[in-house]
């Protein structure tokens, strides 16, 4: 009779534990994180030109989690190397680049375990820079500050207790108008992996 209520003890007590081990698998993506991230980016619609490069980048964020829900924000910023170039017969070249991209995002997801699926929307800011030269007639450079609203999704995977791994991918909408009738457009398709320091 003594070893029976011993083995059910210990049923009762492994139980516990492993419960109470799912809670906190299950809420490990809760609260303050940051990190680092990079990847590749390509602004659409320039089939004539390779108008790409890497970037790298930060971010930060904050994650509440209820049951299986989550609900977050993040802030990031990205230094590109997102850029073209392009010179014709006459020996004239043009070279434009996107300096920087930085968001503000909302996150909703849904944790499984140690396994994060979420989608991300807000707005972004980045910084657009052209160069030219005409040989003995001109040189010029144009800069331009452009935003717009950004949206995404990814994967984000806990490794440890504190750090996890993401894949996300990203498509910036972004568009400033420099004349009456023009504008500097650059839509960019973004993937990119990064770690998170998960703050306790």
């Given at each position: 009779m003594?070893?029976?209520?011993w083995i059910?003890?210990?049923?009762a007590?492994?139980?516990?534990?492993s419960t109470?081990a799912?809670?906190?698998?299950?809420?490990r993506?809760?609260?303050f994180?940051?990190g680092?991230h990079?990847?590749?980016?390509?602004?659409?619609d320039?089939?004539d030109?390779?108008?790409?490069?890497?970037?790298?980048?930060?971010h930060a964020?904050?994650?509440?989690?209820?049951?299986?829900?989550?609900l977050?924000?993040?802030?990031?910023?990205?230094?590109s190397g997102i850029e073209f170039s392009?010179r014709?017969s006459?020996?004239?070249?043009?070279?434009?680049q996107?300096?920087y991209?930085?968001s503000?995002?909302g996150?909703?997801?849904?944790?499984?375990?140690?396994?994060l699926?979420?989608?991300t929307?807000?707005?972004?800011?980045?910084?657009y820079?052209a160069k030219?030269?005409?040989?003995?007639?001109?040189?010029?450079?144009?800069s331009?500050?452009?935003d717009?609203?950004v949206?995404?999704g990814?994967v984000e995977?806990m490794?440890?207790?504190?750090?996890?791994?993401?894949?996300?991918g990203?498509?910036?909408w972004?568009?400033?108008?420099?004349?009456d009738?023009?504008?500097?457009?650059a839509?960019?398709n973004?993937?990119?992996?990064?770690?998170?320091?998960h703050?306790?």
């Open positions: 003594q070893h029976k209520l059910s003890a210990l049923a007590m492994a139980t516990i534990a109470s799912s809670a906190q698998t299950a809420s993506f809760d609260g994180y940051v680092a990079a990847g590749y980016g390509k602004i659409e320039t089939d030109i390779d108008f790409d490069g890497g970037l790298v980048g930060l964020g904050y994650n509440y989690v209820h049951g299986s829900l989550l977050g924000a993040e802030a990031d910023i990205d230094w392009a014709n006459g020996g004239s070249w043009t070279k434009g996107m300096n991209y930085a503000v995002r996150r909703i997801g849904w944790t499984n375990g140690n396994t699926i979420y989608a929307a807000g707005y972004s800011w980045n910084e820079e030219f030269e005409i040989p003995g007639l001109m040189y010029g450079k144009i331009a500050s452009i717009g609203p949206v995404g990814g995977y490794l440890s207790q504190q750090l996890s791994a993401r894949v996300e990203l498509h910036y972004q568009e400033q108008g420099i004349a009738d023009d504008s500097i457009e839509d960019t973004v993937i990119r992996a990064g770690l998170s320091y703050l306790r």
